[in-house]
């Protein structure tokens, strides 16, 4: 086993034990006040809701996102 990897694997096991660290406290609920119940509540959160979705979906083809140049004919 050469430097590199062996360099690789310590890196990766720091991170495992650090990442397995954090999760310690499973039983904590999250202190949202947003339900299902009333996300949808107020009319003006559908329009809300679809304006974030049409932002995505047209932000993500912008510039040269997903385009490769050698495939166009």
Not at 41 to 69: E, M, N, P, Q, W
């Amino acid at each position: 086993m050469n430097n590199r990897t062996r360099g690789a694997w310590t890196v990766a096991m720091a991170f495992l034990f650090l990442a397995g660290g954090g999760c310690t406290d499973t039983l904590v609920q999250p202190k949202s006040t947003i339900s299902e119940g009333n996300v949808f509540a107020d009319v003006g959160s559908y329009k809300k809701f679809l304006a974030k979705i049409y932002a995505g979906l047209a932000a993500g083809r912008s510039g040269t996102a997903g385009h490769r140049s050698d495939r166009l004919p």
